[in-house]
């Protein structure tokens, strides 16, 4: 049976392979492009300046005002994290937490036609965010509202909630030559 009716969807691009994160930022720039509004939530990237920053605030501008923009996009944490139990420093499972905390009223504010919250399965998948939390708010989301989660792993109950999974694949990457990470291409 198909539904032809308008609906929010959730999305999860997970796997091994190279993508996750460029083919979320395809849908948001697809997204903004037809004037949904569009924010983007970077968890565990703190530290690092992505040319995406750049490209989506100007976008953002673009499409929108400078005081209203179609397209947000927040860093969120400080970048790679100490990971494993004990390990965990205590103050990034605040920042996660803390990032959670605003995904979670951006998604059920209605505000946003799409969030995206990228790399939030890595917080999940280092158990620094309960998957049930999460599976919580994304049945408690408002009817239209499109959220799409990334990162490798993604958690059996995500997959379970969500109307379209992609899993990307490895075939081959640079940096099993050696090369790496290439600015522009990666960052
Ligand atoms: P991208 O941001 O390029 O879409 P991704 O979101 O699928 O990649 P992540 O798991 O978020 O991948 O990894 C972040 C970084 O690791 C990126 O710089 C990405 O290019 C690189 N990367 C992704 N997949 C691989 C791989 N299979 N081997 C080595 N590096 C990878
Ligand atoms: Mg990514």
Same mark, same amino acid.
């Given at each position: 049976?198909?539904? @032809?009716?308008?609906?929010?969807? &959730?999305?999860? +691009?997970? *796997?091994?392979?190279?993508?996750?994160?460029?083919?979320?930022? *395809? @849908?948001?720039? %697809?997204?903004?492009? +037809?004037?949904?509004?569009?924010?983007?939530?970077? /968890?565990?990237?703190?530290?690092?300046?992505?040319?995406?920053?750049?490209?989506?605030?100007?976008?953002?501008?673009?499409?929108?005002?400078? $005081?209203?923009?179609?397209?947000?996009?927040?860093?969120?944490?400080?970048? /790679?994290?100490? &990971?494993?139990?004990?390990?965990?420093?205590?103050?990034?499972?605040?920042?996660?937490?803390?990032?959670?905390?605003?995904?979670?009223?951006?998604?059920?504010?209605?505000?946003?036609?799409?969030?995206?919250?990228?790399?939030? +399965?890595?917080?999940?998948? #280092?158990?620094?965010?309960?998957?049930?939390?999460?599976?919580?708010?994304?049945?408690?989301?408002? $009817?239209?509202? !499109?959220?799409?989660? @990334?990162?490798? !792993?993604?958690?059996?109950?995500?997959?379970?909630?969500?109307? @379209?999974?992609?899993?990307? %694949? $490895?075939?081959?990457?640079? #940096?099993?030559?050696?090369?790496?990470?290439?600015?522009?291409?990666?960052?």
């Amino acid at each position: 049976m198909t539904e @032809t009716s308008r609906r929010g969807l &959730v999305l999860v +691009n997970t *796997g091994p392979g190279k993508g996750k994160t460029t083919a979320a930022l *395809g @849908t948001a720039l %697809r997204a903004a492009g +037809n004037g949904m509004r569009v924010l983007i939530l970077q /968890f565990l990237k703190g530290s690092w300046h992505y040319g995406e920053l750049d490209a989506i605030q100007a976008l953002g501008t673009a499409l929108g005002s400078a $005081e209203d923009p179609a397209i947000v996009i927040r860093q969120m944490g400080r970048g /790679f994290v100490k &990971v494993g139990g004990a390990e965990t420093d205590p103050e990034d499972i605040r920042l996660v937490e803390e990032a959670w905390g605003e995904a979670a009223s951006a998604i059920l504010s209605g505000e946003w036609d799409l969030v995206v919250l990228d790399e939030i +399965n890595y917080a999940i998948g #280092y158990k620094m965010l309960d998957p049930e939390k999460v599976a919580e708010i994304l049945r408690q989301r408002p $009817e239209m509202v !499109n959220v799409i989660l @990334t990162g490798r !792993n993604a958690h059996p109950t995500l997959v379970e909630l969500a109307d @379209t999974v992609t899993e990307m %694949r $490895e075939v081959k990457h640079a #940096y099993q030559k050696g090369i790496l990470a290439q600015r522009g291409i990666e960052f």
